[in-house]
Protein backbone atom coordinates (compact mmCIF):
# COMPACT_ATOMS: atom_id res chain seq x y z
CA UNK A 1 0.00 0.00 0.00
CA UNK A 2 1.13 3.41 -0.43
CA UNK A 3 2.99 5.25 2.28
CA UNK A 4 1.39 8.75 1.33
CA UNK A 5 -1.94 7.39 1.67
CA UNK A 6 -1.42 5.54 4.92
CA UNK A 7 0.55 7.94 6.63
CA UNK A 8 -2.38 10.79 5.66
CA UNK A 9 -4.76 8.23 7.30
CA UNK A 10 -2.30 8.10 10.34
CA UNK A 11 -2.46 11.64 10.89
CA UNK A 12 -6.35 11.68 10.92
CA UNK A 13 -6.58 8.49 13.20
CA UNK A 14 -3.85 10.07 15.84
CA UNK A 15 -5.87 13.37 16.20
CA UNK A 16 -9.42 11.01 16.61
CA UNK A 17 -10.63 10.45 20.18
CA UNK A 18 -13.13 7.55 20.72
CA UNK A 19 -12.03 5.43 17.39
CA UNK A 20 -12.84 1.86 17.68
CA UNK A 21 -10.67 -0.96 17.16
CA UNK A 22 -11.29 -4.70 16.81
CA UNK A 23 -7.94 -5.97 16.26
CA UNK A 24 -8.94 -9.78 16.93
CA UNK A 25 -11.56 -9.01 14.44
CA UNK A 26 -15.28 -10.52 14.55
CA UNK A 27 -17.74 -12.70 12.58
CA UNK A 28 -19.24 -10.35 10.60
CA UNK A 29 -16.89 -6.97 8.77
CA UNK A 30 -18.56 -4.01 8.01
CA UNK A 31 -17.01 -1.24 5.74
CA UNK A 32 -19.37 1.86 6.55
CA UNK A 33 -18.83 4.18 3.53
CA UNK A 34 -19.56 7.86 3.16
CA UNK A 35 -19.34 8.96 -0.21
CA UNK A 36 -17.49 12.41 0.08
CA UNK A 37 -14.28 13.78 1.93
CA UNK A 38 -13.49 12.76 5.45
CA UNK A 39 -14.23 16.49 6.64
CA UNK A 40 -17.83 16.33 4.86
CA UNK A 41 -17.92 12.60 6.00
CA UNK A 42 -17.62 12.66 10.20
CA UNK A 43 -19.60 15.91 10.65
CA UNK A 44 -22.46 13.44 10.04
CA UNK A 45 -24.18 12.01 13.24
CA UNK A 46 -25.75 9.23 10.96
CA UNK A 47 -22.47 7.71 10.51
CA UNK A 48 -21.15 8.18 13.87
CA UNK A 49 -24.71 6.61 15.08
CA UNK A 50 -24.09 3.34 12.91
CA UNK A 51 -20.36 3.57 13.60
CA UNK A 52 -21.45 2.94 17.40
CA UNK A 53 -24.57 0.66 16.99
CA UNK A 54 -22.51 -2.06 14.57
CA UNK A 55 -19.42 -1.81 16.50
CA UNK A 56 -21.21 -2.54 19.83
CA UNK A 57 -22.16 -6.15 19.08
CA UNK A 58 -19.77 -8.40 19.84
CA UNK A 59 -19.95 -10.22 16.06
CA UNK A 60 -19.83 -6.91 13.70
CA UNK A 61 -16.86 -5.21 13.34
CA UNK A 62 -17.40 -1.73 11.58
CA UNK A 63 -14.69 0.31 10.18
CA UNK A 64 -14.85 3.93 7.92
CA UNK A 65 -14.53 4.59 4.36
CA UNK A 66 -14.55 7.88 2.63
CA UNK A 67 -14.17 9.45 -0.66
CA UNK A 68 -10.36 10.46 -1.63
CA UNK A 69 -9.63 13.44 -2.54
CA UNK A 70 -8.42 14.31 -5.70
CA UNK A 71 -4.74 14.65 -4.83
CA UNK A 72 -5.15 11.30 -3.45
CA UNK A 73 -7.12 9.46 -6.33
CA UNK A 74 -3.93 10.07 -8.34
CA UNK A 75 -1.94 8.38 -5.76
CA UNK A 76 -4.44 5.69 -6.29
CA UNK A 77 -4.24 5.11 -9.47
CA UNK A 78 -0.32 5.35 -10.20
CA UNK A 79 0.01 2.78 -6.88
CA UNK A 80 -2.85 0.31 -7.86
CA UNK A 81 -4.15 0.58 -4.33
CA UNK A 82 -7.59 -0.68 -3.41
CA UNK A 83 -9.96 1.82 -1.48
CA UNK A 84 -9.30 0.88 1.90
CA UNK A 85 -10.89 1.14 5.62
CA UNK A 86 -8.72 3.59 7.95
CA UNK A 87 -8.99 1.38 11.22
CA UNK A 88 -7.04 -1.27 9.72
CA UNK A 89 -5.87 -0.42 6.65
CA UNK A 90 -7.86 -3.27 4.74
CA UNK A 91 -9.48 -2.77 1.46
CA UNK A 92 -13.12 -2.43 1.38
CA UNK A 93 -14.12 -5.38 -1.02
CA UNK A 94 -12.67 -7.85 1.52
CA UNK A 95 -15.68 -6.98 3.96
CA UNK A 96 -18.10 -8.80 4.17
CA UNK A 97 -20.47 -5.78 3.62
CA UNK A 98 -19.93 -2.55 2.01
CA UNK A 99 -22.44 -0.26 3.07
CA UNK A 100 -23.32 3.33 2.16
CA UNK A 101 -24.77 5.94 3.73
CA UNK A 102 -25.70 8.96 1.37
CA UNK A 103 -27.26 12.04 2.00
CA UNK A 104 -26.99 14.32 -0.81
CA UNK A 105 -28.12 13.59 -4.34
CA UNK A 106 -24.78 15.25 -5.71
CA UNK A 107 -22.69 12.42 -3.65
CA UNK A 108 -24.01 9.79 -6.17
CA UNK A 109 -21.10 9.62 -9.19
CA UNK A 110 -19.06 9.57 -5.57
CA UNK A 111 -20.76 6.62 -4.82
CA UNK A 112 -19.93 4.71 -8.66
CA UNK A 113 -16.06 6.21 -7.85
CA UNK A 114 -15.86 4.85 -4.62
CA UNK A 115 -16.64 1.47 -6.11
CA UNK A 116 -14.45 1.76 -9.21
CA UNK A 117 -11.26 2.42 -6.69
CA UNK A 118 -12.38 -0.62 -4.72
CA UNK A 119 -12.15 -2.64 -7.49
CA UNK A 120 -16.33 -3.66 -7.19
CA UNK A 121 -17.93 -4.01 -10.35
CA UNK A 122 -20.81 -1.23 -10.44
CA UNK A 123 -23.39 -3.07 -11.57
CA UNK A 124 -24.64 -5.63 -8.72
CA UNK A 125 -25.48 -8.15 -11.09
CA UNK A 126 -21.97 -7.99 -12.26
CA UNK A 127 -20.68 -8.90 -9.16
CA UNK A 128 -19.31 -12.45 -8.07
CA UNK A 129 -18.69 -14.46 -4.84
CA UNK A 130 -15.47 -12.69 -4.11
CA UNK A 131 -17.40 -9.31 -4.00
CA UNK A 132 -19.12 -7.61 -0.58
CA UNK A 133 -23.13 -7.28 -0.02
CA UNK A 134 -23.16 -3.53 -0.95
CA UNK A 135 -25.73 -1.83 0.61
CA UNK A 136 -27.32 1.71 0.50
CA UNK A 137 -28.49 3.71 3.64
CA UNK A 138 -28.92 7.53 4.90
CA UNK A 139 -31.86 9.55 3.50
CA UNK A 140 -31.46 9.59 -0.32
CA UNK A 141 -32.88 6.04 0.48
CA UNK A 142 -35.82 6.82 2.25
CA UNK A 143 -37.40 8.93 -1.21
CA UNK A 144 -36.58 7.64 -4.01
CA UNK A 145 -33.11 5.19 -4.45
CA UNK A 146 -34.61 4.19 -8.23
CA UNK A 147 -31.58 6.07 -9.57
CA UNK A 148 -29.04 3.52 -7.67
CA UNK A 149 -31.49 0.68 -7.68
CA UNK A 150 -28.87 -0.58 -10.48
CA UNK A 151 -25.88 -0.60 -7.92
CA UNK A 152 -27.00 -2.11 -4.59
CA UNK A 153 -28.30 -4.97 -3.49
CA UNK A 154 -30.01 -3.83 -0.52
CA UNK A 155 -31.60 -0.29 0.11
CA UNK A 156 -32.59 0.21 4.01
CA UNK A 157 -35.45 2.68 3.48
CA UNK A 158 -36.17 4.43 7.16
CA UNK A 159 -33.75 5.28 9.99
CA UNK A 160 -30.49 2.53 10.37
CA UNK A 161 -30.44 2.55 13.79
CA UNK A 162 -33.93 1.00 13.94
CA UNK A 163 -33.05 -1.78 11.19
CA UNK A 164 -29.31 -2.33 11.65
CA UNK A 165 -29.55 -5.09 14.10
CA UNK A 166 -31.65 -7.01 12.32
CA UNK A 167 -29.78 -7.10 8.98
CA UNK A 168 -26.83 -8.31 10.63
CA UNK A 169 -28.99 -11.06 12.59
CA UNK A 170 -30.22 -11.74 9.35
CA UNK A 171 -27.22 -11.77 7.30
CA UNK A 172 -25.77 -14.21 9.67
CA UNK A 173 -28.42 -16.65 9.66
CA UNK A 174 -28.61 -16.93 5.79
CA UNK A 175 -25.05 -15.91 4.49
CA UNK A 176 -24.14 -19.45 3.91
CA UNK A 177 -27.43 -20.61 1.71
CA UNK A 178 -26.23 -18.39 -1.12
CA UNK A 179 -27.00 -15.38 -2.32
CA UNK A 180 -30.46 -15.28 -3.12
CA UNK A 181 -31.89 -16.96 -0.26
CA UNK A 182 -29.71 -14.08 1.69
CA UNK A 183 -31.67 -11.49 -0.49
CA UNK A 184 -34.82 -13.36 -0.15
CA UNK A 185 -34.25 -13.34 3.34
CA UNK A 186 -33.03 -9.86 3.63
CA UNK A 187 -36.34 -8.36 1.87
CA UNK A 188 -38.46 -10.13 4.80
CA UNK A 189 -37.37 -7.26 7.17
CA UNK A 190 -39.25 -4.28 7.04
CA UNK A 191 -38.24 -1.55 5.77
CA UNK A 192 -35.27 -3.19 3.61
CA UNK A 193 -35.59 -3.34 -0.48
CA UNK A 194 -33.86 -5.77 -2.60
CA UNK A 195 -34.48 -3.79 -5.98
CA UNK A 196 -33.43 -7.38 -8.48
CA UNK A 197 -36.83 -8.40 -6.90
CA UNK A 198 -38.75 -5.92 -8.74
CA UNK A 199 -39.31 -4.66 -12.85
CA UNK A 200 -40.91 -1.63 -13.67
CA UNK A 201 -42.55 -1.33 -17.03
CA UNK A 202 -42.82 1.88 -19.02
CA UNK A 203 -45.24 3.41 -21.36
CA UNK A 204 -44.94 4.61 -24.75
CA UNK A 205 -44.51 8.09 -23.26
CA UNK A 206 -41.95 7.47 -21.20
CA UNK A 207 -44.13 7.56 -17.58
CA UNK A 208 -44.60 4.54 -15.44
CA UNK A 209 -47.22 2.06 -16.56
CA UNK A 210 -46.66 -0.18 -12.87
CA UNK A 211 -43.65 -1.76 -11.06
CA UNK A 212 -43.92 -5.83 -10.99
CA UNK A 213 -42.48 -8.32 -8.34
CA UNK A 214 -40.30 -10.82 -9.37
CA UNK A 215 -40.54 -12.73 -6.27
CA UNK A 216 -43.38 -13.67 -3.75
CA UNK A 217 -41.40 -12.84 -0.83
CA UNK A 218 -40.76 -9.29 -1.96
CA UNK A 219 -43.58 -6.56 -0.56
CA UNK A 220 -45.98 -4.61 -2.70
CA UNK A 221 -44.88 -1.71 -0.89
CA UNK A 222 -41.81 -1.11 1.47
CA UNK A 223 -42.35 0.66 4.75
CA UNK A 224 -40.11 3.40 6.05
CA UNK A 225 -38.81 2.44 9.65
CA UNK A 226 -38.63 4.82 11.94
CA UNK A 227 -37.21 5.10 15.64
CA UNK A 228 -40.26 5.18 17.87
CA UNK A 229 -38.12 5.53 20.91
CA UNK A 230 -36.47 8.61 20.49
CA UNK A 231 -34.53 8.41 24.11
CA UNK A 232 -33.47 5.01 23.46
CA UNK A 233 -30.34 5.82 21.62
CA UNK A 234 -29.48 9.59 21.10
CA UNK A 235 -27.68 10.36 18.25
CA UNK A 236 -24.40 11.44 19.14
CA UNK A 237 -20.51 12.51 18.36
CA UNK A 238 -18.40 9.03 18.37
CA UNK A 239 -15.28 9.98 17.32
CA UNK A 240 -14.10 13.82 18.21
CA UNK A 241 -11.91 15.07 15.69
CA UNK A 242 -10.02 18.54 14.76
CA UNK A 243 -10.65 17.55 11.09
CA UNK A 244 -13.69 18.31 10.74
CA UNK A 245 -16.38 21.19 9.79
CA UNK A 246 -17.08 20.95 13.36
CA UNK A 247 -13.27 20.62 14.94
CA UNK A 248 -13.58 18.36 18.25
CA UNK A 249 -17.14 19.89 19.25
CA UNK A 250 -19.57 17.22 20.78
CA UNK A 251 -23.06 17.24 18.44
CA UNK A 252 -26.03 16.06 19.72
CA UNK A 253 -29.41 15.39 18.07
CA UNK A 254 -32.26 16.52 20.40
CA UNK A 255 -35.04 16.71 17.83
CA UNK A 256 -35.98 15.20 14.76
CA UNK A 257 -38.23 16.04 12.45
CA UNK A 258 -40.39 18.46 12.26
CA UNK A 259 -44.17 19.11 12.30
CA UNK A 260 -44.35 22.07 10.79
CA UNK A 261 -45.52 21.29 7.10
CA UNK A 262 -43.29 23.40 4.83
CA UNK A 263 -44.58 22.46 1.43
CA UNK A 264 -41.45 22.70 -0.45
CA UNK A 265 -39.58 20.70 2.33
CA UNK A 266 -39.01 16.82 2.04
CA UNK A 267 -36.62 16.31 4.92
CA UNK A 268 -39.90 17.82 7.09
CA UNK A 269 -42.58 15.16 5.29
CA UNK A 270 -39.49 12.09 5.20
CA UNK A 271 -39.28 12.24 9.44
CA UNK A 272 -42.18 12.94 10.61
CA UNK A 273 -43.96 12.80 13.03
CA UNK A 274 -41.88 15.16 15.22
CA UNK A 275 -39.97 13.50 17.82
CA UNK A 276 -37.96 14.97 21.06
CA UNK A 277 -35.29 14.09 23.25
CA UNK A 278 -36.26 14.20 27.17
CA UNK A 279 -34.85 17.18 29.05
CA UNK A 280 -33.31 14.96 31.50
CA UNK A 281 -31.89 12.72 28.26
CA UNK A 282 -30.43 16.00 26.50
CA UNK A 283 -28.78 17.11 29.80
CA UNK A 284 -27.32 14.31 30.38
CA UNK A 285 -25.93 15.00 26.64
CA UNK A 286 -25.06 18.40 27.81
CA UNK A 287 -22.75 16.42 30.28
CA UNK A 288 -21.04 14.24 28.50
CA UNK A 289 -20.49 17.36 25.99
CA UNK A 290 -18.52 19.37 28.82
CA UNK A 291 -16.50 16.13 30.02
CA UNK A 292 -15.36 15.36 26.46
CA UNK A 293 -14.80 18.92 25.10
CA UNK A 294 -16.58 21.87 26.82
CA UNK A 295 -18.40 22.18 23.75
CA UNK A 296 -21.68 21.10 22.43
CA UNK A 297 -23.69 21.33 19.07
CA UNK A 298 -27.07 21.17 19.50
CA UNK A 299 -28.72 19.53 15.94
CA UNK A 300 -32.43 19.11 14.93
CA UNK A 301 -34.49 20.82 12.33
CA UNK A 302 -35.59 23.77 14.31
CA UNK A 303 -33.53 23.92 17.21
CA UNK A 304 -35.58 26.66 18.84
CA UNK A 305 -39.02 24.56 18.54
CA UNK A 306 -37.17 22.32 21.10
CA UNK A 307 -39.61 22.68 24.01
CA UNK A 308 -37.08 23.32 26.82
CA UNK A 309 -34.91 24.88 25.03
CA UNK A 310 -34.03 27.39 27.76
CA UNK A 311 -33.59 25.31 30.49
CA UNK A 312 -31.16 22.90 28.25
CA UNK A 313 -29.04 25.89 27.69
CA UNK A 314 -29.12 26.91 31.02
CA UNK A 315 -27.55 23.34 31.98
CA UNK A 316 -25.07 23.54 29.32
CA UNK A 317 -21.24 24.99 31.37
CA UNK A 318 -19.33 25.39 27.82
CA UNK A 319 -19.70 27.02 24.87
CA UNK A 320 -23.06 25.61 22.66
CA UNK A 321 -23.51 26.46 18.95
CA UNK A 322 -27.01 25.46 16.53
CA UNK A 323 -27.59 23.94 13.87
CA UNK A 324 -31.01 25.88 13.02
CA UNK A 325 -33.29 28.50 14.44
CA UNK A 326 -37.21 29.61 13.49
CA UNK A 327 -37.72 33.04 13.72
CA UNK A 328 -41.08 32.88 15.52
CA UNK A 329 -39.92 30.82 18.18
CA UNK A 330 -36.00 32.06 19.01
CA UNK A 331 -35.89 33.85 22.61
CA UNK A 332 -33.19 36.18 23.83
CA UNK A 333 -32.14 34.19 26.55
CA UNK A 334 -31.24 31.59 23.32
CA UNK A 335 -29.65 34.27 21.64
CA UNK A 336 -27.53 35.50 24.61
CA UNK A 337 -26.09 32.15 25.12
CA UNK A 338 -25.29 31.42 21.60
CA UNK A 339 -23.70 35.27 21.65
CA UNK A 340 -21.92 34.21 24.67
CA UNK A 341 -20.82 31.54 23.39
CA UNK A 342 -18.62 33.71 20.94
CA UNK A 343 -21.76 33.29 18.28
CA UNK A 344 -20.62 35.78 15.46
CA UNK A 345 -23.41 35.12 12.82
CA UNK A 346 -27.06 33.97 13.21
CA UNK A 347 -28.35 32.11 10.37
CA UNK A 348 -31.93 33.25 9.80
CA UNK A 349 -34.97 31.38 7.07
CA UNK A 350 -37.47 33.70 5.70
CA UNK A 351 -37.69 31.63 3.04
CA UNK A 352 -39.41 34.19 0.92
CA UNK A 353 -39.75 37.80 0.68
CA UNK A 354 -43.80 38.35 0.73
CA UNK A 355 -46.27 37.25 3.05
CA UNK A 356 -48.21 35.83 -0.14
CA UNK A 357 -45.83 33.26 -1.22
CA UNK A 358 -44.96 32.04 2.88
CA UNK A 359 -48.38 31.58 2.95
CA UNK A 360 -48.25 29.63 -0.20
CA UNK A 361 -45.30 27.01 1.59
CA UNK A 362 -46.80 27.04 4.70
CA UNK A 363 -43.63 28.57 6.23
CA UNK A 364 -45.97 29.82 9.20
CA UNK A 365 -43.82 33.26 9.78
CA UNK A 366 -44.35 36.70 9.30
CA UNK A 367 -42.47 40.04 8.49
CA UNK A 368 -42.97 40.89 12.27
CA UNK A 369 -41.26 37.94 13.27
CA UNK A 370 -38.10 38.29 10.93
CA UNK A 371 -37.35 41.55 12.27
CA UNK A 372 -37.77 40.72 15.98
CA UNK A 373 -35.74 38.16 15.04
CA UNK A 374 -33.00 40.42 13.44
CA UNK A 375 -33.33 42.40 16.40
CA UNK A 376 -33.11 40.12 19.08
CA UNK A 377 -29.32 39.19 17.36
CA UNK A 378 -28.14 42.55 16.42
CA UNK A 379 -29.37 43.75 20.03
CA UNK A 380 -27.02 40.72 21.46
CA UNK A 381 -23.65 42.21 20.07
CA UNK A 382 -24.17 39.22 17.00
CA UNK A 383 -22.67 41.26 14.28
CA UNK A 384 -23.99 38.94 11.14
CA UNK A 385 -27.03 37.64 9.79
CA UNK A 386 -27.40 34.85 7.68
CA UNK A 387 -31.04 35.11 5.49
CA UNK A 388 -31.87 32.02 3.27
CA UNK A 389 -34.15 32.33 0.32
CA UNK A 390 -35.79 30.18 -2.27
CA UNK A 391 -36.65 31.27 -5.81
CA UNK A 392 -38.60 29.51 -8.35
CA UNK A 393 -41.04 27.53 -6.06
CA UNK A 394 -44.39 27.43 -7.60
CA UNK A 395 -46.96 30.98 -8.47
CA UNK A 396 -43.92 32.91 -7.90
CA UNK A 397 -43.90 36.39 -9.46
CA UNK A 398 -42.24 39.65 -10.21
CA UNK A 399 -43.59 41.39 -7.13
CA UNK A 400 -42.42 38.21 -4.91
CA UNK A 401 -38.63 38.31 -5.92
CA UNK A 402 -39.21 42.35 -5.43
CA UNK A 403 -40.20 41.48 -1.35
CA UNK A 404 -36.57 39.80 -1.13
CA UNK A 405 -35.20 42.92 -1.78
CA UNK A 406 -37.38 44.84 0.60
CA UNK A 407 -37.23 42.29 3.21
CA UNK A 408 -33.53 42.10 3.33
CA UNK A 409 -33.43 46.18 3.48
CA UNK A 410 -35.45 46.41 6.29
CA UNK A 411 -33.04 43.40 8.28
CA UNK A 412 -30.90 45.74 7.17
CA UNK A 413 -32.34 48.87 8.64
CA UNK A 414 -32.26 46.81 12.31
CA UNK A 415 -28.85 46.22 12.12
CA UNK A 416 -28.31 49.97 11.13
CA UNK A 417 -30.32 50.80 14.24
CA UNK A 418 -27.48 48.64 16.48
CA UNK A 419 -25.00 49.05 15.04
CA UNK A 420 -24.58 52.79 14.98
CA UNK A 421 -24.50 53.24 18.93
CA UNK A 422 -21.29 50.80 18.86
CA UNK A 423 -19.85 52.84 15.97
CA UNK A 424 -19.26 49.33 13.73
CA UNK A 425 -21.30 46.89 11.58
CA UNK A 426 -21.20 43.43 10.38
CA UNK A 427 -22.33 41.86 7.41
CA UNK A 428 -25.62 40.30 6.06
CA UNK A 429 -25.46 37.48 3.72
CA UNK A 430 -28.32 36.02 1.38
CA UNK A 431 -28.35 32.55 0.52
CA UNK A 432 -30.26 31.94 -2.16
CA UNK A 433 -31.26 28.97 -3.63
CA UNK A 434 -33.47 27.16 -6.49
CA UNK A 435 -36.90 25.44 -5.58
CA UNK A 436 -35.78 21.88 -6.21
CA UNK A 437 -39.12 19.64 -6.32
CA UNK A 438 -38.64 17.09 -4.16
CA UNK A 439 -40.68 13.48 -3.33
CA UNK A 440 -42.91 12.86 -1.02
CA UNK A 441 -43.51 17.13 -0.80
CA UNK A 442 -47.14 18.63 -1.96
CA UNK A 443 -44.76 19.92 -5.12
CA UNK A 444 -43.98 16.89 -6.42
CA UNK A 445 -45.83 16.54 -8.93
CA UNK A 446 -44.51 20.21 -10.22
CA UNK A 447 -42.08 21.09 -12.57
CA UNK A 448 -38.59 22.84 -11.74
CA UNK A 449 -38.21 26.45 -12.91
CA UNK A 450 -35.81 26.81 -16.56
CA UNK A 451 -32.16 27.26 -15.54
CA UNK A 452 -32.16 30.33 -17.82
CA UNK A 453 -35.19 32.25 -16.11
CA UNK A 454 -33.57 30.76 -12.54
CA UNK A 455 -30.30 32.72 -13.75
CA UNK A 456 -32.05 35.61 -14.39
CA UNK A 457 -33.55 35.93 -11.21
CA UNK A 458 -30.06 35.37 -9.55
CA UNK A 459 -28.81 38.46 -11.32
CA UNK A 460 -31.60 40.36 -10.73
CA UNK A 461 -30.60 39.85 -7.13
CA UNK A 462 -26.86 40.51 -7.03
CA UNK A 463 -27.80 43.75 -8.99
CA UNK A 464 -29.88 45.05 -6.00
CA UNK A 465 -28.02 43.43 -3.17
CA UNK A 466 -25.00 45.26 -4.23
CA UNK A 467 -26.91 48.80 -3.86
CA UNK A 468 -27.22 47.87 -0.19
CA UNK A 469 -24.48 48.49 2.22
CA UNK A 470 -22.82 45.68 3.63
CA UNK A 471 -24.96 43.12 2.08
CA UNK A 472 -24.05 40.71 -0.19
CA UNK A 473 -24.93 37.42 -1.50
CA UNK A 474 -24.38 33.80 -2.45
CA UNK A 475 -26.27 30.86 -4.18
CA UNK A 476 -25.77 27.75 -5.80
CA UNK A 477 -25.50 27.39 -9.95
CA UNK A 478 -29.03 26.46 -11.14
CA UNK A 479 -27.11 23.96 -13.50
CA UNK A 480 -26.49 21.68 -10.76
CA UNK A 481 -29.57 21.79 -9.14
CA UNK A 482 -31.33 21.09 -12.12
CA UNK A 483 -28.97 17.71 -11.86
CA UNK A 484 -30.33 17.49 -8.37
CA UNK A 485 -33.57 17.62 -9.60
CA UNK A 486 -32.96 15.20 -11.81
CA UNK A 487 -31.40 13.02 -9.71
CA UNK A 488 -34.09 12.90 -6.96
CA UNK A 489 -37.09 12.70 -9.38
CA UNK A 490 -35.61 9.97 -11.93
CA UNK A 491 -36.28 6.29 -12.14
CA UNK A 492 -33.91 3.74 -12.77
CA UNK A 493 -33.17 4.79 -16.02
CA UNK A 494 -31.07 7.27 -14.67
CA UNK A 495 -28.31 4.87 -13.50
CA UNK A 496 -27.12 4.17 -16.81
CA UNK A 497 -27.10 7.94 -17.03
CA UNK A 498 -24.98 7.60 -13.82
CA UNK A 499 -22.49 5.39 -15.48
CA UNK A 500 -21.94 7.68 -18.26
CA UNK A 501 -21.87 10.50 -16.10
CA UNK A 502 -19.02 8.68 -14.32
CA UNK A 503 -17.22 7.84 -17.51
CA UNK A 504 -17.08 11.58 -18.69
CA UNK A 505 -15.77 13.07 -15.25
CA UNK A 506 -18.91 14.38 -14.21
CA UNK A 507 -20.20 15.72 -18.15
CA UNK A 508 -23.62 15.47 -17.71
CA UNK A 509 -24.53 16.90 -21.19
CA UNK A 510 -21.95 14.86 -22.53
CA UNK A 511 -24.18 11.65 -20.91
CA UNK A 512 -27.40 12.71 -21.86
CA UNK A 513 -25.87 12.77 -25.59
CA UNK A 514 -24.50 9.07 -25.16
CA UNK A 515 -27.76 7.84 -23.76
CA UNK A 516 -30.25 9.54 -25.28
CA UNK A 517 -31.82 9.92 -22.00
CA UNK A 518 -33.89 13.44 -22.18
CA UNK A 519 -33.21 15.26 -18.34
CA UNK A 520 -35.91 17.41 -18.88
CA UNK A 521 -38.47 14.92 -19.07
CA UNK A 522 -37.91 14.23 -15.22
CA UNK A 523 -36.68 17.79 -14.28
CA UNK A 524 -39.05 20.27 -15.98
CA UNK A 525 -42.36 18.04 -16.96
CA UNK A 526 -45.30 18.65 -14.27
CA UNK A 527 -46.58 15.02 -13.67
CA UNK A 528 -50.19 14.60 -13.20
CA UNK A 529 -51.89 13.98 -9.99
CA UNK A 530 -52.77 10.11 -11.39
CA UNK A 531 -49.57 9.46 -12.58
CA UNK A 532 -47.32 6.03 -11.40
CA UNK A 533 -44.26 8.14 -9.36
CA UNK A 534 -40.93 6.29 -9.40
CA UNK A 535 -41.37 6.28 -5.28
CA UNK A 536 -44.56 5.43 -5.02
CA UNK A 537 -43.53 2.05 -3.65
CA UNK A 538 -42.59 3.51 -0.36
CA UNK A 539 -44.42 4.13 2.21
CA UNK A 540 -43.48 6.60 4.79
CA UNK A 541 -46.68 6.99 6.31
CA UNK A 542 -47.72 10.22 4.69
CA UNK A 543 -50.96 9.53 2.16
CA UNK A 544 -50.66 10.59 -0.97
CA UNK A 545 -54.36 11.94 -0.73
CA UNK A 546 -53.11 14.35 1.75
CA UNK A 547 -50.11 15.62 -0.18
CA UNK A 548 -52.43 16.75 -2.71
CA UNK A 549 -54.85 18.58 -1.10
CA UNK A 550 -51.91 20.21 0.68
CA UNK A 551 -51.31 20.87 -2.54
CA UNK A 552 -54.22 22.51 -3.34
CA UNK A 553 -54.53 24.62 -0.32
CA UNK A 554 -51.23 25.91 -1.24
CA UNK A 555 -52.00 27.50 -4.24
CA UNK A 556 -54.85 29.09 -1.87
CA UNK A 557 -52.66 30.59 0.49
CA UNK A 558 -54.29 28.10 3.06
CA UNK A 559 -52.56 27.62 6.28
CA UNK A 560 -51.74 24.28 7.79
CA UNK A 561 -50.90 24.18 11.35
CA UNK A 562 -48.42 22.07 12.73
CA UNK A 563 -48.56 18.56 14.28
CA UNK A 564 -50.40 17.13 17.11
CA UNK A 565 -48.37 14.08 17.43
CA UNK A 566 -50.59 11.24 18.16
CA UNK A 567 -53.83 13.19 18.16
CA UNK A 568 -54.43 13.79 14.58
CA UNK A 569 -54.69 11.60 11.86
CA UNK A 570 -54.97 14.24 9.07
CA UNK A 571 -51.48 13.04 7.35
CA UNK A 572 -51.44 9.28 7.60
CA UNK A 573 -48.61 9.08 9.80
CA UNK A 574 -49.85 8.73 13.47
CA UNK A 575 -52.60 5.83 11.81
CA UNK A 576 -51.99 2.55 12.78
CA UNK A 577 -49.41 0.63 10.92
CA UNK A 578 -52.04 -2.62 10.37
CA UNK A 579 -54.79 0.44 8.79
CA UNK A 580 -52.58 1.60 5.88
CA UNK A 581 -52.91 -0.81 3.11
CA UNK A 582 -57.18 -0.09 3.36
CA UNK A 583 -56.86 3.79 3.23
CA UNK A 584 -53.91 3.81 0.87
CA UNK A 585 -56.03 1.50 -2.09
CA UNK A 586 -58.74 4.03 -2.20
CA UNK A 587 -55.94 6.93 -3.11
Not at 2 to 29: C, F, S, W
Not at 161 to 189: H, M, P, Q, T, W
Not at 240 to 253: A, G, M, N, Q, V
Not at 360 to 385: C, H, M, Y
Request: with cysteine; proline share 5%; net charge neutral.
Amino acid sequence: MATKLTDKVDMLLAAERGTIYKPGGAEIAVALAYPNTYHVGMSNLGVHQIYSILNNRRDTLCERTFLPDEQDREEYATTGTKLFCLESKRSAKEFDILAFSVSFEQDYLNVLEMLRLAGIPLLKHERGSGDPLVILGGICSFFNPEPLADFFDCIIVGEGEEVAGEFIDSYKANRAKGRSELLRALCRIPGVYVPEFYDVLYMEDGTIRERRRLDQAAPEKIVKRTVKDFNKSPAATVILTPHTEFSDRYLSEITRGCGRHCRFCMAGYLYLPPRNLSIDAAGKQAEKADELCGKIGLVGAAISDYPDIGELCAAIEGGVSVSSLRADSVSGPLIERLAKSGYKTIAIAPEEGSERLRKVINKGITEEDILRAADLVFGSNIPNAKLYFIIGLPTETQEDMDAIIALAKKVHEVQLKHARPQGKIGRITLSVNSFVPKPFTPFQWEPMEAIESLNRKQRFLEKAVRKIGNMNLIHDLPKWEHIQALLSRGDRRVGELLRSALRHNGDWKKASKETQIDTDFFVYRKRGFDEVLPWDFIDIGVRKEYLRNEFKRALEGEFTPPCKVGSCMTCGVCRPEETRSVADSRE
